[in-house]
């Protein structure tokens, strides 16, 4: 089973945009792309979730190209709150039926 | 909002026992998982079930099995407890067909030592 693979860890200043990319050229075909923000000693928390092209809310950005085999979160203006591990989420077609399979995981650690 | 709650925070028990992990949710959502989490291997799917008395295997559901018995809870069932399931085990739910088109919400997590 081909993994969905991120980036092991980034480092950004306060008030920077950072991009954490995942690689899933496995994805179903009609699945969603989903990101996953998590805290030390809490489940994962819900961010964005795009089909394809853009999409954006009041936390984030989520780039999709044409061939959906990755993805890009974009996190505007990040603070020190932003410390986290952050996880890519997409559908698979494995043996006649759907799952689901986490990125490997981006460690950000935002500096002041 | 929607609340997952796990049964325990903080689980203890010997090898050769016989675990439950229990899950429970609130929103009336047709698809609940199960995940371990390790450090440097992140989040593995184990089991997961779309409805009442139907499941799933995950990519690592070897020394696992679960049950569904109601729409709200879901369980993982360690058959015989070994030392390398000590892990963090982590429930989530969701709604709608298609198991990855809605988001997960997740529970805090179990937190399991097999001694």
């Known amino acids: 089973l081909a993994k969905t693979t991120q980036p092991i860890s980034m480092d950004s200043y306060e008030g920077q945009e950072v991009n954490i990319t995942c690689s899933h050229n496995?994805?179903?075909?009609?699945?969603?792309i989903t990101w996953y923000q998590q805290f030390p000693s809490q489940g994962p928390r819900f961010i964005i979730q795009?089909?394809?092209t853009k999409v954006t809310n009041e936390v984030a950005s989520l780039f999709i190209p044409a061939d959906r085999k990755s993805s890009t979160l974009s996190l505007p203006r990040v603070s020190l709150s932003d410390t986290a591990v952050y996880y890519c989420?997409?559908?698979?077609?494995?043996?006649?039926?759907?799952?689901?399979?986490f990125g490997t995981g981006t460690k950000l650690q935002v500096i002041p | 909002d929607v609340k997952v709650t796990q049964s325990s925070r903080y689980l203890v028990k010997r090898t050769g026992e016989k675990v439950f992990l229990e899950c429970v949710q609130d929103?009336?959502?047709?698809?609940m998982f199960w995940y371990r989490q390790d450090p440097g291997l992140g989040l593995r799917l184990i089991y997961f079930?779309?409805?009442?008395?139907?499941?799933e295997k995950g990519d690592i559901p070897e020394g696992y099995s679960v049950s569904r018995e109601k729409k709200e809870r879901f369980s993982l069932i360690l058959e015989s407890a070994s030392t390398n399931q000590t892990s963090m085990y982590l429930c989530?739910?969701?709604?709608?067909?298609?198991?990855?088109?809605?988001?997960?919400?997740f529970g805090d997590g179990t937190r399991l030592s097999i001694l």
């Open positions: 989530a739910s969701s709604t709608g067909a298609g198991v990855s088109n809605q988001p997960q919400h």
């Open positions: 496995n994805i179903a075909t009609n699945d969603y």
């Open positions: 795009g089909y394809k």
């Open positions: 989420l997409v559908g698979v077609a494995s043996g006649g039926y759907q799952k689901v399979t």
């Open positions: 929103m009336d959502h047709e698809n």
């Open positions: 079930s779309y409805d009442v008395k139907m499941k």
